[in-house]
């Protein structure tokens, strides 16, 4: 009797794991749920739609006849509100429920959203879908228009930063006194602070959203600041994180800060149930603590992994790792590991040339290298991600991403750090 496979999500994670199952099971069936009509495309590419860098059908993961070709069925604009593992079954939204042999959950994550006292329908934008991109293209509307931006992290200065570039009047809030904290240490973070100012983006330190004000005609006119401030506006874009699509999920699932915990096959708490992406909670291969980061390529990997192995595979998951990338006005800058040097033992190396608007910072723990920040020069980046972990001096750090090969040497590197600082 033929499998039945039944994935939830039908981004990075749900795609790449259909083509894994597909690939080892030419016979089962394949169903792919989501909420969304449209074609798998890549959410990250969200923030260059609404900058101009790209199209919609550039965005596209696979071709248009991708489903068809390899027998996956699309079930499209029904949401899963239900999960019963008893009877092998997922509700939907419009009363019907579908069964399941094998089930991946691979919802993902829906940004986090503040209530704003003020604040009506067409006020406050997120990020997240083409639905959300193509909601901010329609307000701003090829006009220049006065944005207040609330967050300084990476959703809300990429949104922020390819709004400037195209012309936008951009005010960001922030919190705290760090933009990016979560990913780049405040040295780090500071460059690119620096770069979006000089393209005219202004920061305010230190505040929060208090009330959204309306003029007569009913618009949106300014925001008000719990200091008393107030910001002039035409619309408030709002990137305060994103929490895990599990409101379906049962009390049989172990979850953690809101995601679904994995063990490295991917498996969740409940039969035959796997979990990817976004919403699944895997180990972190450099610490081995709990962790979620949502980016893709972890989102691909994890999917792979997971559809290989509801087919019969017994293929191990590494680990998550953390990385992300970034460009404004021409300056791009790319983190991974733990970049910050957080954990314990941790000592940081910094090489910082202004001249080549390149700062580049590394971390090492135990002799190993656990984390980077590169900030105009990151060539070979990539290369250096596949090194996080290993053994690594930072001479050899620096012969990787010169020259893009790793080479054991003796003595000084090219450069000599700027500083070796305490983690």
């Not at 933009?179 to 330190?205: K, N, P, T």
């Not at 979990?275 to 792979?304: F, H, K």
Request: hydrophobic share 40%; net charge negative.
């Amino acid at each position: 009797m033929a499998m039945r496979y039944v994935i939830i999500g039908n981004s990075a994670a749900g795609v790449f794991a259909a083509d894994a199952i597909r690939a080892r099971d030419p016979d089962g069936s394949v169903t792919i749920v989501s909420e969304e009509r449209e074609q798998a495309y890549s959410r990250c590419l969200t923030t260059y739609f609404v900058g101009g860098q790209t199209t919609p059908e550039r965005m596209r993961i696979r071709p248009a006849d991708h489903n068809e070709r390899l027998r996956i069925e699309f079930v499209g604009g029904k949401r899963v509100t239900g999960l019963r593992p008893a009877e092998r079954e997922i509700d939907l939204d419009d009363g019907s429920a579908i069964g399941y042999d094998k089930l991946l959950i691979a919802s993902g994550a829906s940004a986090n959203r503040q209530e704003i006292e003020g604040a009506g329908p067409g006020d406050v934008f997120v990020m997240r879908t083409m639905a959300d991109a193509e909601a901010l293209l329609a307000a701003i509307d090829g006009q220049r228009k006065r944005v207040a931006v609330l967050g300084a992290g990476l959703v809300s200065l990429k949104t922020a930063g390819a709004l400037a570039e195209h012309g936008q009047d951009i005010t960001i809030i922030v919190t705290s006194q760090h933009i990016l904290s979560q990913q780049f240490d405040h040295e780090s973070a500071d460059v690119l602070r620096r770069r979006l100012e000089e393209g005219g983006v202004r920061f305010i330190f230190g505040a929060s959203a208090a009330r959204l004000l309306h003029g007569d005609d009913g618009g949106c006119q300014g925001l008000e600041l719990d200091t008393g401030e107030v910001v002039p506006c035409d619309l408030v874009f709002m990137g305060k994180g994103v929490h895990p699509n599990t409101s379906f999920v049962p009390p049989e699932f172990t979850l953690c800060n809101g995601a679904i915990e994995v063990d490295d096959r991917l498996r969740t708490s409940v039969s035959d149930v796997w979990a990817a992406g976004d919403v699944a909670m895997p180990t972190d291969r450099l610490t081995g603590t709990r962790a979620s980061y949502a980016i893709w390529p972890n989102a691909t990997e994890q999917g792979a992994i997971a559809g290989a192995n509801m087919a019969g595979a017994d293929l191990a998951y590494a680990g998550t790792v953390s990385m992300n990338s970034l460009s404004f006005f021409g300056l791009g800058a790319i983190c991974g590991g733990d970049g910050r040097g957080r954990e314990p033992g941790s000592t940081v190396e910094v090489i910082s040339e202004p001249h080549y608007d390149s700062h580049r910072r590394f971390v090492f723990a135990d002799g190993r290298l656990t984390g980077f920040v590169l900030i105009g020069r990151t060539a070979n980046a990539g290369i250096l991600m596949g090194q996080l972990g290993t053994e690594m001096t930072l001479s050899e750090c620096l012969r990787l991403l010169d020259n893009g090969v790793v080479a054991r040497m003796h003595g000084p590197g090219p450069l000599e750090p700027r500083a070796a600082l305490a983690g």
